[in-house]
């Protein structure tokens, strides 16, 4: 899969009158200390995914002449090696995390065999406050953006684990050049977390695909996904544009907002 580079322009907003009217709380230019990752993946099935979309095209491609529909030929390359796949980054601050995340999924168009991409990509913002989600594509957010954008920016009090849903396996793991500790759910034991907790550090609030473990997520099983970390930053310099939102987006549904 061909690397996303996610988009800047992200970050902590401010509603006008206008619903549709998103600014910026920040002053730009300004810089904040975090830290930051980068990781990669794809879906946990993803041979079994590939396999039966090469079926579907063979299928396709051999129903079509005789309905006297076209068939696409696929790329030099065939079937994608990963055929739905994630690029994902993720912003730490203090009492804000925001994250970043692009993906493409294969398919195969039944009305001339032609292999098709659809893409996503999305910004997850969370505090203390609660929690904003972006379609870029839709251009449309949804959740407590209303309400996270009346408070200013602030660290938050420490947030807690919570241990019955991912308790610590004891075990540790060394990825993109950190450590980090293993988390499992008991009752599905190949749904897991690997999680960095710096020294030192602000409090950091849980990134959604943190499920309410708070640290920097190194690593992610669950029954959709599996990411690694190919990037990891700590105590690092970030643009405060990182957290700021395009100002075309307009809020749809979700509570205080």
């Known amino acids: 899969m061909t690397p996303f580079r996610a988009s800047p322009r992200i970050g902590r907003i401010l509603f006008l009158a206008s619903i549709s009217g998103i600014v910026a709380t920040s002053v730009v ?5 975090g830290h930051s990752v980068r990781l990669t993946g794809e879906a946990l099935d993803n041979d079994k995914q590939r396999a039966l ?3 579907q095209y063979d299928g396709c491609a051999d129903i079509n002449p005789r309905l006297g529909h076209p068939v696409q030929p696929l790329p030099a390359g065939g079937i994608p090696k990963v055929v739905h796949g994630y690029d994902i980054e993720i912003y730490y601050a203090p009492g804000q995390t925001m994250t970043v995340q692009r993906g493409v999924l294969h398919s195969i168009d039944p009305s001339n065999c032609a292999l098709t991409q ?3 990509h999305m910004l997850k913002l969370a505090t203390a406050d609660g929690k904003c989600e972006v379609d870029l594509l839709k251009r449309q957010a949804h959740g407590a953006c209303r ?3 009346r408070k200013p920016s602030q660290a938050s009090p420490r947030i807690a684990s919570n241990p019955s849903m991912f308790p610590a396996t004891g075990q540790r793991r ?3 050049g ?6 499992r759910q008991p ?3 190949d749904d897991e977390k690997c999680v ?4 030192n550090s602000f409090s950091i609030v849980p990134a959604p695909l943190h499920l309410g473990i708070s640290g920097v997520l190194l690593s992610l099983k669950s029954a959709n996904m599996h990411l690694s970390a190919v990037e990891a930053r700590l105590n690092t310099t970030i643009e405060q544009k990182r957290f700021e939102l395009p100002s075309d987006i307009t809020a749809r549904g979700g509570q205080g907002q």
């Not at 950190?178 to 988390?183: I, N, S, W």
């Open 178 to 183: 950190h450590t980090c500790e293993v988390y």
């Open 53 to 55: 979309l090469q079926q």
């Open 174 to 176: 060394d990825i993109a």
């Open 187 to 189: 009752m599905l034991p």
């Open 147 to 149: 309400a996270i954008a």
């Open 118 to 120: 659809h893409e996503h």
């Open 29 to 33: 230019g300004s810089e904040i200390r």
């Open 196 to 199: 960095l907790r710096p020294q």
